[in-house]
């Protein structure tokens, strides 16, 4: 991530930098998640009506994403009540690259893909501020990647995302819907095992 940024694709609003980072940021970065993963487990998160999610969680920073039975919310903790483990340098150069003039991101989500996950059309509207982008960082397996706009109905557009593809919601895809259809499962050999993992860093509360 020493290098000047590229163009990005721009879909609908959402910056897609492909192969934005190189094979040896992609090792440091799933070196650097698997540390986390040892102080904060992955966990298979439930939503407020009692349904499994079908990827697997973590998270690191001042501030976690979770839910369970009491909502969708941000906490302190990990469910075990551990702190969650700071957010990596390597990601946070990645955040830096990308939103020079932003604050810290208070959060960094972890997402695990395994061979039949997927994530449902949301918006990321937990957030106390919608003022600074999300940025998402892709490795391991590819992903196709849905993206909408702010209205539910409106038509959507999808990308395949792959290891080192980096995608920037600020602007008007800041609280546009996006999700995952599906994961090509074994189409990369960056991980131990395969699957794909998404970090998404963003702003809860600018301090
Ligand atoms: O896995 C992805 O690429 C998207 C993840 C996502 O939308 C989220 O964590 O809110």
Known sequence: MERALP???????FLVYKGLLSIDDQRALVQEIRQVAEIAPFYSPITPGGR?????????????????RRGYRYEPQHPSG???????????????????????PDCCLINYYGE???????????????SYP????????DGLFRMGEVGRTAKTQSVWLSSGDVVVM???????????DRIRFGSSSLLLKAGRLNL????????
Do not use: C, Y
């Open 82 to 104: 551990i702190s969650w483990p700071p957010i990596p340098d390597s990601v946070m150069k990645i955040w830096t690259a990308l939103v020079p003039n932003g604050p810290s």
């Open 7 to 13: 163009e990005p694709l721009m879909i609908k609003g």
């Open 134 to 141: 999300v940025v998402s960082i892709s490795l391991g397996d």
């Open 170 to 180: 600020g602007g008007a895809a800041r609280l546009a819907w996006h999700g995952i």
């Open 200 to 207: 998404t860093l963003r702003v809860v509360r600018p301090v």
């Open 52 to 68: 499994p999610m079908s990827v697997r969680m973590t998270a690191a920073g001042r501030l976690g994403w979770i839910t369970d």
């Open 116 to 130: 039949q996950a997927r994530m449902g059309l949301h918006q990321d509207k937990d957030e106390g501020d919608f």
